[in-house]
């Protein structure tokens, strides 16, 4: 990702932890249980206006969307590549990624190290809007 999107994330991060001034934890220093089959989601905050969240990937997360949620991609550990509508990228650590809604998006894990991501989707998400499509 270029510094420009970094330095938008960084704002948006930002910006949003001080708004929930009752967090503050080191998402490098976050880690789970390598025993998982390919996706492992650990809740950080969630308010009605947006939940966030640690991924986890070891392999892929399928092709899907949301009707109703715009979700802001955060690249922590790890490497992969993005596909977003028609457009497929390579994503790796620092990287920020806008998905606005209605947009269909998957991710393919291209090293040997899981992919680490933070998720924030607006407004809250319950994991009710993801739509799978028939692609992987």
Not at 23 to 48: M, P
Not at 50 to 67: L, P
Request: charge should be negative; charged fraction near 25%.
């Amino acid at each position: 990702m270029h510094l420009k999107g970094q330095i938008i994330a960084a704002i948006f991060i930002s910006s949003f932890f001080t708004l929930q001034a009752q967090r503050h934890e080191s998402l490098n220093e976050l880690s789970t249980d390598s025993r998982f089959e390919n996706i492992k989601v650990s809740a950080l905050d969630d308010s009605d206006d947006a939940s966030s969240f640690v991924i986890w990937v070891k392999e892929h997360v399928r092709e899907h969307y949301h009707k109703e949620h715009t979700e802001f991609v955060y690249v922590i550990e790890g490497a992969g590549v993005m596909t977003l509508g028609k457009e497929s990228f390579s994503i790796e650590k620092g990287e920020y990624i806008f998905i606005p809604r209605g947009t269909r998006h998957s991710v393919r894990v291209s090293e040997n190290q899981t992919l680490k991501v933070m998720s924030i989707q607006t407004p809250h998400f319950d994991g009710t809007d993801r739509h799978f499509t028939n692609r992987d």
